[in-house]
C-alpha cells in the first residue's frame, strides 16, 4: 500500500527537506477586561498608512485593540499618560474605553500599520471622543 493512500483527507504530506520556521512571539499580553462576551466574535485585522504629520481622530475602542508597526514609529497619546513611541516590529494594545490617538510624528517618513481586534459582530472599530 503506497504511504499517500494511508493519509487522512485534507493531510498535506510533508514538504521534504528544508528548514522548518516557527512564529516569532512580538507581544503576548492578558486581555483583563473589555474582550466580548458573545457567542460570536469577529476578528478584524486591518492596515492603515499615515503620511508625515497624519494622525487619528481621538477617540476609544468597546474592546482591546493590538497596533503592530511595519514601517516608520507610531505615537500613542493616551489621556492621562505619556506618549507612548512604538517602532517597526513593536506592537501594543490600546485598552478598552480609553481615549487616545495616534500620530506620525516624523516629518519625512511614512507609517505603516496592521491592527488587530476582537469584537462582537457589527461593533463600531472606534467610537470617536464627544460621539
Do not use: C, K, W
Request: hydrophobic share 40%; aromatic share 6%; charged share 20%.
Amino acid at each position: 500500500m503506497a504511504a499517500s493512500a494511508a493519509r487522512a483527507p485534507g493531510v498535506v504530506a510533508d514538504p521534504g527537506p528544508g528548514r522548518l520556521t516557527a512564529p516569532n512571539v512580538i507581544l503576548r499580553e492578558p486581555a483583563v477586561r473589555g474582550m466580548p462576551s458573545a457567542a460570536a466574535q469577529e476578528v478584524r485585522v486591518l492596515t492603515a498608512s499615515f503620511a508625515p504629520g497624519d494622525r487619528t481622530v481621538f477617540h476609544s475602542h468597546r474592546s482591546p485593540v493590538t497596533v503592530y508597526v511595519l514601517e516608520g514609529h507610531f505615537t500613542l497619546e493616551i489621556e492621562g499618560r505619556t506618549p507612548i513611541v512604538i517602532g517597526p516590529g513593536q506592537a501594543y494594545v490600546e485598552p478598552p474605553g480609553v481615549l487616545h490617538t495616534g500620530y506620525n510624528r516624523s516629518t519625512s517618513d511614512r507609517l505603516r500599520v496592521v491592527i488587530f481586534s476582537v469584537s462582537e459582530p457589527e461593533t463600531p472599530f472606534l467610537d470617536r471622543a464627544g460621539s
